[in-house]
């Protein structure tokens, strides 16, 4: 049998290559004869510059930046060559992820993408000809400010006096921006940014109100980053004739993806459409009998651009089943059953505390893959003799 495995990481505990090498094994369990191929698939996120870096031969390059709450941490971008360009490859969450911020320091008002700004100055003065940036993880909430003063824009207060804007909830005592010392060279390379494409900056559905208590913001903090963002949007109206507030995409990562636009001229992709041009998973699932995903969690958000409705669906067209192996299974997942994936399961065999569920997911996970496909050997068994009866 061919089978192809194509999961995203468990957020915070195993990268999506760490994961497809579980389901691997477990399947070896119930016999090693079937041809498995893995193809770690990864949505801007956690992994990202890794697995694209990988897969393109290319390698990292460390880089010691700001990170989200302040501190200098080592970073790295990745790098390869494609036809004649160099094109560097910035993952936010290494920079400025949630991981970064120590759980009982998340507060998105304080939180920064100022890194992110260094990253790309260091990856253009490496001679990035092209530039890929994957949103996705973040631990920030500031619209980008951090990483517009980075790159040379200055923000001042109503006195005048120039000011630091630490995250987001400073945004409200800026005065005026100014764009004179931007980095020249921000505007000449082309950037390209893997986000989420139903996140928006402002609104009933704008990122501080959907993703801010997730960061740590309590209703008052969101109320807050909520106002904040939607006053940087008309901030930034200054240099951009886009549509920040409510553009596609552009709450990516806290806002960052309007930001991107904003200061760097830069253009936004659904995540799974720019990153398909990397990664090649169309021919491995049309030659598969079975396709196995994953993803951290499973639910009513899973068909809205997550790597295991964006397999399924590919999978749908050329009549594959999908089973899809989750941390958890969330509100509504069963919405699932209407988006190609064929069946699902949490790995979580017994109740356990979070810090417990990561330590043990690579174990539960091959459990999980052997369980599910004795399933599947079971269906083939009965499929063969009814066959047989019938005959």
């Excluded at 790098?79 to 400025?96: H, R, W």
């Excluded at 459409?273 to 958000?301: H, P, R, W």
């Excluded at 356990?352 to 599910?372: F, I, Q, V």
Aim: glycine letters at 12%.
């Amino acid at each position: 049998m061919k089978i192809v495995v194509i999961p995203s990481g468990f957020k915070e505990s195993l990268s999506a290559e760490e994961v497809g090498m579980a389901i691997k094994q477990g399947i070896d369990k119930v016999d090693n004869s079937h041809d498995v191929n893995v193809i770690p698939m990864v949505d801007g996120g956690e992994g990202f510059a890794k697995t694209i870096v990988k897969l393109k031969a290319g390698k990292l390059i460390h880089h010691k930046v700001t990170g989200p709450i302040g501190e200098e941490i080592d970073a790295y971008y990745g790098v390869f060559y494609e036809n004649g360009l160099q094109t560097a490859v910035i993952e936010m969450a290494v920079i400025a992820g949630l991981k970064n911020v120590p759980k009982h320091m998340r507060n998105p008002l304080k939180t920064t993408t100022y890194g992110v700004g260094e990253m790309i100055l260091k990856a253009i003065e490496d001679g990035a000809e092209r530039i890929l940036i994957g949103c996705g993880d973040s631990g920030t909430n500031d619209g980008g400010i951090g990483m517009a003063q980075a790159l040379g824009v200055r923000c001042f207060d109503a006195t005048g006096h120039q000011i630091q804007v630490v995250g987001g909830g400073d945004i409200h005592h800026i005065h005026k921006i100014d764009y004179s010392d931007l980095n020249v060279d921000i505007k000449r390379i082309p950037i390209d940014v893997a986000v989420n494409w139903d996140n928006i900056l402002c609104g009933e559905s704008g990122v501080a109100k959907v993703y801010g208590p997730q960061k740590g913001a309590t209703p008052e903090q969101v109320a807050l980053l909520a106002r904040n963002l939607e006053y940087l949007a008309e901030l930034y109206g200054e240099i951009s004739t886009k549509d920040l507030k409510y553009g596609q995409g552009t709450g990516a990562s806290g806002g960052l993806g309007a930001g991107l636009i904003a200061i760097c001229g830069a253009k936004l992709h659904p995540r799974f459409e720019i990153i398909m041009k990397y990664i090649q998973i169309s021919d491995a699932i049309q030659n598969a009998d079975l396709v196995f995903t994953a993803e951290g969690c499973l639910d009513y958000q899973t068909p809205h651009g997550k790597i295991p409705s964006e397999v399924a669906r590919i999978a749908k067209v050329y009549q594959k089943p999908v089973i899809a192996l989750a941390g958890t299974i969330g509100k509504n997942a069963k919405i699932n059953y209407d988006n190609g994936i064929d069946a699902f399961v949490s790995i979580i065999p017994q109740p356990a505390t979070l810090e417990d569920a990561m330590m043990d997911a690579s174990r539960w996970l091959k459990n999980c893959a052997e369980n599910a496909m004795r399933k599947v050997m079971i269906g083939i068994i009965i499929g063969k003799a009814m066959k047989s009866h019938v005959v």
